[in-house]
């Protein structure tokens, strides 16, 4: 999992394409879940978060854009 420091060091392009990288992992591992094939349950939660991480770190890149737009 990486921390958002680490995350801001990427480029968009970066950023979108892990972040379609985990959404399909946790698609992935919910279905191990319901299935009970899961090894750890805690990735899923890591895997929300990273997400979570990489859509604020955008949505503040495109704040940033729009205020320079300005």
Avoid: C, H, W
């Avoid at 299935?35 to 949505?59: C, F, H, S, Y």
């Amino acid at each position: 999992m990486s921390k958002a420091t680490g995350l801001r060091e990427k480029t968009e392009n970066d950023l979108v394409n892990r972040r379609q990288d985990l959404t399909e992992q946790l698609f992935k591992m919910r279905f191990q879940s319901a299935t009970g094939a899961l090894d750890d349950p805690q990735k899923v939660k890591g895997a929300r978060r990273e997400i979570a991480r990489i859509n604020t770190i955008l949505r503040e890149r495109e704040i940033e854009a729009g205020k320079k737009a300005e």
